[in-house]
C-alpha cells in the first residue's frame, strides 16, 4: 500500500543523547515535512523539504537536523541541543508544496527518561 | 504571519445531531485550506481541502465551506455518529511552503 512510514513508534531517549526517527514514503512525492505536537497545541513544524539534498528550517528547528539524501526518505535526528524533546512527532508529504493534499505517518512518541 | 483559530476547543453532543466546526485564519492570502481529523495517539487524516478558488467542498456527511475573504471556513457534520469522536483540525497554506495548523477541536459524540 502507498503512504508515509514512521519508525520508531515509541522511542526512549536518555540525557544527552541524539535520536533519530525515520520516515520513509512510497508516494513518490517531492515535498516531506517534519512536525512536532504537544498535548493541546497544534502541529508546529521544525523542517520541510521541497527536493533532494534540501531542506529549509521550520519555526521550530533549533535541536534538530534532518537530511534528505533520497526522494523517500526524510529522517529527523533530535540532538542533546533541543532541551524540551518529549512529545509526538509527525512526518508528512505531499506531491507539491502547494495546492496538494498532504498525507501524514502514524506518528513517533519520544520520551526523555 | 499567518494564525489560525479553531472554536470550539472541544465540542459534545449526543448521536444525530448536525454539528458545525469553525476555523478562522488571519492572513486571507492563502492558496488552499484542509480539514483533518486525528484519532488519539495518530497520525492525521485528510478530510477535505478546498482551494482558494472554491467555496466549499463536500464528502459523504461532510461538507466544509470557505470564504476567504472573511478569513473564515467551516465543517458540517451532518448525522453525527460515536465513530466521528475525534479531533478535527483545519489548516491554510499561505505560500510559504508550509502549512499553519489551529490547535483543533475535540469533538465527542455519544451514543
Redesign the interface.
Given at each position: 500500500d502507498g503512504g508515509i512510514t514512521q519508525s520508531p513508534k515509541y522511542l526512549f531517549r536518555k540525557e544527552g543523547q541524539n535520536v533519530t526517527l525515520s520516515c520513509e514514503q512510497n508516494l513518490n512525492h517531492d515535498a516531506m515535512y517534519w512536525y512536532r505536537q504537544d498535548p493541546g497545541q497544534g502541529l508546529r513544524l521544525i523542517y520541510y523539504s521541497q527536493i533532494v539534498n534540501d531542506f529549509q528550517k521550520g519555526d521550530i528547528a533549533e535541536g534538530y537536523s534532518v537530511s534528505r539524501e533520497k526522494k523517500e526518505s526524510f529522517p529527523l535526528t533530535v540532538t542533546s541541543a533541543q532541551k524540551n524533546p518529549t512529545a509526538f512527532y509527525l512526518c508528512a508529504s505531499s506531491g507539491t508544496p502547494s495546492g496538494n493534499t498532504i498525507y501524514f505517518g502514524e506518528g513517533s512518541w519520544l520520551t526523555v527518561v | 504571519k499567518q494564525e489560525?483559530t479553531q472554536i470550539p476547543a472541544a465540542l459534545s453532543v449526543p448521536e444525530g445531531e448536525n454539528l458545525v466546526l469553525n476555523c478562522s485564519f488571519t492572513d486571507s492570502a492563502i492558496?488552499?485550506l484542509?480539514w483533518?481529523r486525528q484519532d488519539p495517539?495518530?497520525?492525521?487524516?485528510?478530510l477535505l481541502?478546498i482551494?482558494s478558488s472554491q467555496r466549499e467542498q463536500t464528502s459523504g456527511r461532510l461538507n466544509a465551506s470557505l470564504d476567504k475573504s472573511s478569513g473564515r471556513s467551516t465543517l458540517y457534520i451532518a448525522a453525527s455518529q460515536p465513530g466521528d469522536s475525534a479531533t478535527y483540525?483545519c489548516?491554510v497554506?499561505s505560500?510559504y511552503?508550509?502549512?499553519t495548523?489551529?490547535?483543533?477541536t475535540m469533538l465527542l459524540v455519544s451514543p
Open positions: - | 489560525v492558496y488552499n484542509q483533518f495517539g495518530k497520525g492525521l487524516t485528510s481541502l482551494q483540525l489548516a497554506f505560500g511552503s508550509t502549512l495548523f489551529g490547535k483543533g
